[in-house]
């Protein structure tokens, strides 16, 4: 979704550090990008244009620009189709404010008709626009930026981060978030603001995160932050946060893709994901255990997380325990109260739809909320009562990877903990298994040769494999846009047999154990009408056509093991058609609005 980068110096051009994070923040999906930058004598100058950042800096010179303010921006088109004027920033009339923003002005119509009405001429479809005519009424109107900017925030309702650059104040920006993320970045010379740490992380590692509803007024030497009343918050409430996330892991290294490298950090990974502080998985089990009922909350791959969680929570720990899609979460409401825990997962945190649910929750009056997060700093962790986070760096490529596995570490951790059982076991050990699954590469570049050309493919598993056998399909269907299904073996007399046709794969998560018996059953019932089996399993079976070995392992590290070869499925499937495994088209990283 979109990215904010904006900088401001007291002795640097700051186009260069501009161009450097829209390039950084490129994995949050986007269509179209632009700068704008205030030189010494008070104009503002925007380059903006539809495709990829480097293509914005081939055609227009970006990093040549002068200035030592500047806002930038990648859009992924909400309101108003890819065009360059409605790419951002978005200008007032007069010229004097330039924005970008993060989010929907859900009211833009009616704020719009009454701009219209003063004389405001609208040069865009976007609702952000309205974000810099509001300002500039607000401007004209108060001659201060911080009152424009909190004039403009107070008659918007929707989500929202934006950054407004004034013409006739060559050192300062100005910005406000409404449930979309916007962070400061505290470097010597030069201070950002930005939808994501990553975007400042080669300038500087100091990070201040703002709270919800606040407006920010930042200068090189300077920060102040007001609440939407606009009163001044104590700059104690400011804490200073060192990221810990190194620039290393940001680079692909000899990967020829983000997505790749990320499936292969996964060995490092999952045991980093181990590493959490006793106490507080301590705090976190004591939560679930004093919990009445647990209803846990996501989206995408971290929703198929949930549901693995939810089978040890209920199966091992017998909780009354939910999942619910974030997005869904309204129908769960009538069950939310004071003796339920919330468990929120996400990799980004800035999910808007599972801060909704929180959200929700919250209004509720539910129990508590403890999350499970990659991103240190996130909404969710602030909205949290405890977070623990998934330590595996950060995961750049779209689709969810490294992370997925680490949430189910975490997950596993957590509910050993509940039960007093210790399912996860040495984390060198786990590391290795993992290695042993990748070693599975080879075979799935020749399965994604052979079958890159069929239309549809299924995944089906029994019990705590299933939300693998989703898992699986849903990466197929990111990375390589071919049809998939991922679905419960029980399920398929009860409808899916009738798709089957000669030649249509099967994925079948067959490992050793309960209910391997029932799903080679299905296996055959699949083969015997054409399907070609792909079985993910401990041994090789005559029913499959391919046997992707998978290492030997508990119930609760199978998922990691058997997800990893589906991974690299897609990742090929993606790269034999052609497709960059990195920027699906369509999506976004961070789905930040609803
Ligand atoms: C997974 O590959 C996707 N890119 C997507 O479904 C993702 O898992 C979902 O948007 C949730 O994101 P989050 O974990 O950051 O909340």
């Given at each position: 979704?979109?990215?904010?980068?904006?900088?401001?110096?007291?002795?640097?051009?700051?186009?260069?550090?501009?161009?450097?994070?829209?390039?950084?923040?490129?994995?949050?999906?986007?269509?179209?990008?632009?700068?704008?930058l205030l030189d010494g004598r008070g104009s503002i100058a925007v380059k903006k244009d539809v495709g990829m950042v480097r293509e914005l800096e081939a055609r227009h010179g970006v990093s040549k620009l002068k200035g030592q303010a500047g806002i930038a921006h990648t859009r992924w088109a909400t309101h108003g189709g890819v065009s360059r004027e409605n790419a951002h920033p978005q200008v007032s009339c007069d010229?004097?404010?330039?924005?970008?923003?993060?989010?929907?002005?859900?009211?833009?119509?009616?704020?719009?008709?009454?701009l219209e009405a003063k004389g405001h001429v609208f040069v865009s479809e976007t609702d952000s626009e309205v974000i810099a005519h509001l300002v500039e009424e607000g401007y004209e109107k108060e001659g201060d930026?911080?009152?424009?900017?909190?004039?403009?925030?107070?008659?918007?309702?929707?989500?929202y981060a934006f950054v407004a650059l004034f013409s006739d104040r060559p050192r300062l920006l100005v910005g406000a978030r409404y449930d979309a993320p916007l962070v400061v970045g505290l470097g010597e010379r030069t201070r950002f603001l930005a939808s994501d740490v990553l975007a400042f992380l080669a300038e500087t590692d100091k990070a201040v995160f703002l709270d919800n509803k606040e407006v920010v007024e930042l200068t090189p030497e300077s920060l102040r932050v007001f609440n939407l009343k606009g009163r001044e918050m104590s700059p104690k409430t400011r804490k200073e946060t060192h990221v810990a996330w190194e620039l290393g892991s940001l680079s692909k290294a000899n990967y020829a893709h983000y997505t790749l490298k990320e499936i292969h950090e996964q060995p490092a990974t999952v045991q980093a994901a181990l590493a959490q502080d006793p106490e507080k998985?301590?705090?976190?089990?004591?939560?679930?255990?004093?919990?009445?009922?647990?209803?846990?909350?996501?989206?995408?791959?971290?929703?198929?997380?949930?549901?693995?969680?939810?089978?040890?929570?209920?199966?091992?720990?017998?909780?009354?325990?939910?999942?619910?899609?974030s997005g869904e979460f309204e129908r769960e409401l009538p069950f939310i109260d004071e003796g339920t825990l919330l468990v929120a997962m996400s990799q980004s945190?800035?999910?808007?739809?599972?801060?909704?649910?929180?959200?929700?929750?919250?209004?509720?009056?539910?129990?508590?909320?403890?999350?499970?997060?990659?991103?240190?700093g996130s909404s969710l962790v602030r909205q949290s009562d405890q977070s623990l986070l998934l330590n595996c760096g950060p995961e750049v490529g779209?689709?969810?990877?490294?992370?997925?596995?680490?949430?189910?570490?975490?997950?596993?951790?957590?509910?050993?903990?509940?039960?007093?059982?210790?399912?996860?076991?040495?984390?060198?050990?786990?590391?290795?298994?993992?290695?042993?699954?990748?070693?599975?590469?080879?075979?799935?570049?020749?399965?994604?040769?052979?079958?890159?050309?069929?239309?549809?493919?299924?995944?089906?598993?029994?019990?705590?494999?299933?939300?693998?056998?989703?898992?699986?399909?849903?990466?197929?269907?990111?990375?390589?846009?071919?049809?998939?299904?991922?679905?419960?073996?029980?399920?398929?007399?009860?409808?899916?047999?009738?798709?089957?046709?000669?030649?249509?794969?099967?994925?079948?998560?067959?490992?050793?154990?309960?209910?391997?018996?029932?799903?080679?059953?299905?296996?055959q019932e699949l083969a015997a009408r054409g399907a070609e089996i792909i079985g993910i399993a401990q041994k090789p079976h005559p029913v499959f056509?391919?046997?992707?070995?998978?290492?030997?392992?508990?119930?609760?590290?199978?998922?990691?093991?058997?997800?990893?070869p589906l991974q690299l499925l897609a990742y090929f499937m993606a790269t034999e058609r052609r497709n960059d495994p990195d920027h699906p088209r369509n999506l976004a990283k961070s789905v930040t609005v609803k």
């Open positions: 979704m979109c990215g904010i980068i904006a900088a401001v110096s007291s002795e640097e051009e700051v186009a260069p550090l501009l161009l450097e994070g829209l390039k950084r923040e490129e994995y949050r999906g986007y269509d179209s990008a632009g700068v704008a010229g004097e404010v330039a924005i970008v923003h993060n989010g929907i002005v859900e009211n833009y119509v009616a704020l719009k008709k009454a930026p911080v009152a424009a900017a909190l004039a403009a925030a107070n008659l918007m309702r929707g989500q998985v301590g705090e976190a089990a004591e939560r679930i255990t004093r919990a009445r009922s647990v209803v846990l909350t996501a989206a995408g791959s971290s929703y198929h997380a949930a549901l693995l969680m939810k089978l040890r929570l209920a199966l091992e720990a017998k909780m009354r325990c939910e999942v619910v899609l945190g800035e999910t808007a739809d599972v801060l909704e649910a929180v959200k929700m929750a919250r209004r509720k009056k539910v129990g508590g909320v403890l999350s499970m997060v990659n991103a240190a779209v689709a969810a990877t490294k992370s997925f596995t680490a949430q189910v570490m975490v997950g596993n951790l957590m509910i050993d903990r509940v039960t007093g059982r210790e399912s996860v076991g040495d984390p060198r050990r786990l590391g290795q298994l993992v290695e042993r699954a990748l070693e599975s590469e080879p075979l799935m570049r020749e399965l994604a040769r052979r079958y890159s050309g069929r239309p549809d493919f299924y995944f089906i598993a029994r019990g705590g494999h299933y939300p693998v056998a989703q898992e699986g399909a849903l990466k197929l269907k990111e990375l390589s846009y071919i049809h998939a299904e991922g679905m419960p073996a029980s399920e398929l007399k009860h409808g899916t047999l009738a798709l089957i046709e000669e030649g249509t794969p099967v994925v079948v998560v067959a490992p050793n154990g309960p209910g391997y018996d029932d799903t080679i059953s299905n296996a056509k391919h046997t992707v070995a998978i290492p030997a392992s508990n119930g609760t590290v199978a998922p990691v093991l058997e997800v990893v």
